[in-house]
């Protein structure tokens, strides 16, 4: 579905210390590198506990703190 690919370009655009922060924030794992905290972020969107929506506003949080 396009909101999947919506939801890893904006967690994408995010750097590295701020992906992480949004990893934590669900209680995942923070992954040690680049290919593996995309890797946990599709996998925790693909098993849609939370709303596109919800995902997306701790993602503009994110952006905003910088």
């Known amino acids: 579905p396009a909101f999947i ?8 655009k995010l750097n590295e210390k701020q992906k992480q922060s949004v990893l934590s924030h669900y209680g995942l794992e923070k ?26 506003e701790v993602i503009q949080k994110e952006k905003q703190d910088v």
């Open 31 to 56: 992954g040690c590198n680049i290919k593996e905290r995309r890797l946990i972020f599709k996998k925790f969107i693909l098993k849609r506990t939370h709303s596109m929506n919800e995902i997306l």
């Open 5 to 12: 690919k919506s939801l890893q370009v904006q967690f994408n």
